[in-house]
């Protein structure tokens, strides 16, 4: 069994910047990839970005390409998200998770995680 604990969101201004923080705990690998997903109010949860167990291949949805980064620290068991540059759009409950498969290889489909965290709530104002 896996846990894992979402933790950094809040309130920030639009155009600002947040770092989410998913430290994981029990049953886990470091030789999984990891993901961020998010679900906004009254919509699907969606794939934002996900990461390989070495950090060297990371895939992010278009929607967040070039304003996210997603990072991996395997020695404190902790996935990172960058926030840079957040728009109101971005305002959700973020949720990461491990990849069921170790040949993860991109796919955005969230039944490919599993293990899901509680989530941190991420507001941006405008």
């Known amino acids: 069994q896996v846990q894992l604990v979402e933790s950094g969101g809040g309130l920030v201004q639009a155009g600002g910047s947040l770092r989410l923080s998913c430290t994981t705990s029990g049953r886990t690998s470091s030789f999984t990839s990891m993901g961020w997903f998010r679900q906004a109010p009254g919509k699907e949860r969606e794939f934002v970005a996900a990461i390989s167990w070495r950090g060297g291949m990371t895939y992010y949805a278009d929607s967040v390409k070039g304003r996210f980064t997603i990072s991996r620290d395997n020695f404190k068991n902790t996935v990172y998200l960058q926030m840079n540059t957040v728009k109101p759009e971005d305002t959700a409950v973020y949720y990461c998770?491990?990849?069921?498969?170790?040949?993860?290889?991109?796919?955005?489909?969230?039944?490919?995680?599993?293990?899901w965290g509680q989530g941190t709530q991420v507001t941006v104002s405008s």
């Open positions: 998770s491990v990849a069921k498969s170790l040949s993860y290889s991109g796919s955005y489909d969230q039944s490919d995680f599993g293990s």
